[in-house]
């Protein structure tokens, strides 16, 4: 290290010795004072000293740059791989700067051919194997912003030879669908990592959870949300450490003020690439029923369907104060996979413009236009595009991904030409229309492309802090809400200083990094 490393280090030591002074005594009414919070139900979001390293150990064991290994979840789609390489680049510039050791950093979609590789569970047995002699595991995504020196510090101040599990909390504030109201009586009580801060676990931690996945499969068929997932499957099911609160890493906006502590921050920002998509570029599918003519549709009329250039209503009953149109499907109860291949046939036929979009979605679902206009400017549809929020279906035997229809469906005019000349379809009506694409698209070597910025749920379905930081594009259902105030609140546009603002300064981050 340079000759201003050990100094800093120096100082976080003499910033913990008066604890440490206290001994035993401060221990006990320490754990008598969390205890007493934990039964009052009151969160603590303080680090856990309990297993720090004190200054004699610190000195025998130092974490060195090399002793930690960068994990980014990265995507195949050549946007998303891009942004993951840049990352990994800014993390082996500030490397260079201070440290004659370089550490390892790794994009998850390179790892494995393994499709389940970005669930994360599938490869802890490859990082347990492969990186023996480090000390952490670091996992960040794509828009994370490390800054090394900090985290370093962080890093130090837990025992690398226990089991930690490290991250920025999250929290429900109500029994979830997307958690399968998992802790329903008290869903405060469970936290999980927020992966925009990034997240890390102990190689002990590593280690003891791939022993046991060698001996038994994760028993989960689906991948809902991963971050909420991954808590249950380490703290739960393995019955290993619960998430320990890092107060630095940190999911503000590089340019806070309140960043100037944080390990790692975020980009707070909806992705724009330099040119909107324009409307008439973009077709719009809603798929309804007769039962929600007159329910659902007037909510579409009232809020984004004011919004677009291009759209049809797909239903089982011609109605012409709609209008809608009847592709010969009838309609099914679930699944709706017959209707969805009907769509695809008509968006490449002659019956309707040959734009390069297409977005199909349910007659539920709640979208902001001039955000998604933003975000495809990121991508080239001359690709097989097929965009969404992400799930998966038995990735740890196999399986595969696809996108979840209530926030929508994205697909690219070569995707769907793509997808159709292969001849891969329904095997019936009914059949579950969104894990039919997955199905197909893995098939052929398509990547699903991920964006947190669609919601399967409603907006209260998900952690106030995670919300926090996006931009969203959609949020899907109608119940106990008021779709229109739900639109008005989190979707309808900002004004244009607002927009511009957003634009700007997503511009420049990029251009910086």
């Not at 680090?47 to 974490?63: A, C, H, N, V, W």
């Not at 979605?361 to 969404?388: H, K, M, N």
């Amino acid at each position: 290290y340079p000759g201003d490393i050990y100094p800093r280090c120096s100082l976080l030591q003499r910033r913990l010795l008066p604890e440490m002074l206290a001994g035993r005594r401060a221990q006990h009414i320490a754990a008598s004072v969390l205890f007493f919070n934990i039964i009052l139900g009151i969160a603590t979001e303080q680090d856990s000293t309990q297993g720090s390293l004190d200054s004699s150990e610190s000195q025998k064991m130092p974490i060195e740059l090399n002793d930690v290994v960068f994990v980014i979840q990265s995507q195949k789609q050549s946007f998303h791989a891009n942004q993951a390489a840049k990352l990994k680049q800014d993390i082996l510039q500030q490397a260079e700067v201070f440290s004659q050791y370089l550490p390892t950093v790794v994009l998850i979609h390179e790892l494995s051919k393994h499709e389940g590789a970005w669930t994360i569970i599938p490869i802890i047995p490859y990082l347990a194997s492969t990186y023996v002699k480090k000390s952490w595991i670091f996992f960040c995504e794509e828009q994370t912003r490390v800054k090394i020196t900090k985290l370093l510090e962080v890093l130090r101040r837990y025992d690398k030879r226990k089991e930690w599990f490290l991250g920025k909390a999250l929290h429900d504030e109500q029994s979830t669908i997307i958690h399968h109201y998992a802790f329903a009586e008290d869903p405060v009580v469970f936290k999980y990592p927020d992966f925009a801060a990034g997240w890390s676990m102990s190689l002990p931690l590593v280690n003891r959870l791939a022993k046991q996945l060698r001996n038994e499969k994760p028993s989960s068929d689906f991948t809902i949300d991963l971050k909420h997932e991954i808590a249950l499957f380490i703290s739960q099911r393995s019955k290993g450490p619960s998430l320990t609160p890092v107060r630095e890493f940190c999911t503000e906006d590089v340019t806070s003020s309140e960043a100037a502590n944080c390990a790692t921050t975020f980009h707070t920002y909806l992705p724009f690439c330099g040119k909107l998509v324009e409307k008439e570029n973009i077709f719009f599918a809603v798929k309804t029923c007769q039962k929600f003519h007159r329910e659902r549709i007037p909510i579409v009329k009232k809020t984004w369907e004011k919004e677009v250039a291009l759209i049809e209503y797909y239903s089982d009953h011609v109605d012409g104060s709609i209008p809608t149109l009847y592709l010969g499907i009838p309609n099914t109860e679930r699944g709706h996979c017959g209707k969805t291949f009907a769509i695809l046939k008509r968006f490449v036929s002659n019956a309707v413009p040959a734009v390069p979009w297409l977005m199909i979605v349910d007659d539920d679902t709640l979208i902001s236009i001039p955000r998604l206009q933003r975000l495809l400017s990121c991508y080239d549809p001359s690709e097989a595009i097929f965009l969404g929020e992400r799930y998966g279906y038995g990735l740890s035997t196999g399986g595969y991904s696809y996108i979840t229809g209530g926030g929508g469906i994205v697909f690219s005019r070569e995707a769907v030409k793509r997808l159709l000349h292969s001849g891969c379809s329904c095997y019936s009506n009914d059949a579950p229309d969104d894990m039919v694409l997955g199905m197909c698209f893995s098939g052929l070597g398509i990547p699903v492309t991920h964006s947190p910025l669609f919601h399967q749920a409603r907006p209260m379905d998900y952690s106030k802090d995670y919300l926090k930081h996006q931009v969203p594009i959609s949020f899907h259902k109608h119940w106990n809400i008021d779709p229109v105030e739900i639109y008005s609140t989190w979707l309808a546009n900002e004004d244009g200083f607002k927009l511009h603002q957003k634009t700007q300064r997503t511009k420049k981050e990029r251009e910086d990094l």
